[in-house]
């Protein structure tokens, strides 16, 4: 959409293998070629207050899933005094067939819409595991290499703890989405270590920081409120990792044709990230037979839920994308049609602390 033909050039490959080859579909596992350089820092130089105290932050801020929290409580997503999901997180709620369908059914609905929620946060997470390792390998600071390797753990537990809560819990496993597919294939595959950071620290982590917080607040299940209380505490440090780090590459200077194609990479980005909320999965499993896809689209897109989740989500991306430099005259426009701009002035990551986050949602 932005009309820039180095993005376009850099998200075809993504694209064809995830909208047209569809590799994250009826398989076990994907091969993603990637491309970068891995770079040592033989001086060793400690020169970065900031990311040395995130680091510090970070060693002290650890926890276990195994351990940390209570997995002897069962979920009875059934049980209509604890739902998981009220019935206005529901896209179909307001059409008749919802009304038609007993309290067991809807309870079996929401099961379902939450499990391919959290089934691609857990596709998510795999992705940020495996571009942390890659950040930490391609950053050039010593400092920033430290705190990349607590990324890399903590990605390792968000991995652990969504596919115990999926798998031993909830029994349920949706196939990653297309377009998550796509943003992840684009992150993994491009040779620019600023390029990981713009598309997982600030894109898809910021979006889910915002999603989390959502979750927590409207759910009746004490373990998924301790298992996401646990994850925001770690994804807050995620996204003032990129913050630092590309404020200060920025700062630096960055050419004008090199920052136009961030600006507009991180737009697609959006764009991406707000359609794979169209929850296609969940759509063929329950409402295929009641509708087309062409219908469904244009229910999400217009429900109360896509509205709640634009607005959280990207109050956590925005004033992060003003604080990097890529919230510039040019692009503003877009995020104005979106209705995105109303978040601007918000607090970036590094003036957000583990709490405001989970008080604000």
Same mark, same amino acid.
């Given at each position: ?86 019935? *206005? ?67 390792? @537990? ?9 798998t031993q ?17 684009? +992150? ?15 894109? +898809? ?41 590309? *404020? ?21 980005? *959006? ?22 896809? @062409?219908?469904w689209d244009k229910?999400?897109?217009? *429900? ?27 692009? @503003?426009? @877009? ?27």
């Open positions: 959409m932005s009309g820039n033909v180095r993005v376009l050039a850099s998200l075809l490959g993504p694209a064809f293998r995830g909208f047209v080859q569809r590799r994250g579909k009826g398989v076990s596992s994907t091969d993603i070629s990637v491309g970068y350089e891995a770079s040592f820092n033989w001086s060793y130089g400690r020169d970065d207050p900031d990311m040395a105290r995130l680091y510090q932050l970070a060693k002290t801020s650890q926890w276990n899933a195994t351990t940390d929290l209570d997995w002897s409580r069962g979920v009875d997503w059934h049980d209509p005094t604890m739902p998981l999901l009220p019935d *206005s997180w529901m896209p179909t709620s307001k059409l008749p067939l919802w009304g038609r369908l007993s309290e067991r059914e809807r309870a079996t609905h929401r099961h379902g819409f939450l499990c391919w929620m959290l089934s691609q946060f857990l596709h998510g997470e795999q992705g940020a595991l495996f571009a942390a390792s890659q950040i930490t390998e391609a950053v050039p600071w010593l400092d920033a290499k430290l705190y990349g390797s607590t990324q890399v753990a903590d990605e390792g @537990r968000h991995v652990e703890v969504f596919h115990a809560y999926l819990k909830m029994e349920k496993l949706y196939e990653v989405n297309d377009n998550l597919y796509v943003v992840i294939d684009a +992150i993994m595959s491009d040779g620019r270590w600023d390029m990981k950071f713009l598309g997982m620290q600030i894109m +898809i982590e910021g979006l889910a920081l915002g999603a989390f917080g959502s979750i927590r607040q409207v759910t009746s299940e004490p373990l998924l409120k301790d298992v996401l209380r646990s994850v925001i505490t770690d994804e807050a440090r995620h996204v003032h990792y990129g913050v630092l780090a590309l *404020s200060k590459l920025y700062r630096e200077g960055v050419e004008e044709r090199a920052r136009h194609e961030r600006e507009d990479w991180a737009f697609e980005l *959006s764009l991406l990230l707000r359609n794979r909320f169209l929850a296609h999965e969940f759509y063929d499993e329950f409402y295929a037979h009641h509708m087309t896809r @062409r219908e229910l999400i897109l217009a *429900s109360d839920l896509m509205g709640f989740f634009r607005r959280t989500m990207f109050k956590r991306v925005v004033p992060n994308l003003k604080r990097i430099g890529l919230l510039t005259p040019r692009v @503003r426009p @877009r995020y104005a049609a979106l209705g995105l701009l109303e978040y601007e002035h918000g607090r970036s990551a590094g003036e957000l602390s583990p709490s405001d986050l989970l008080d604000d949602a």
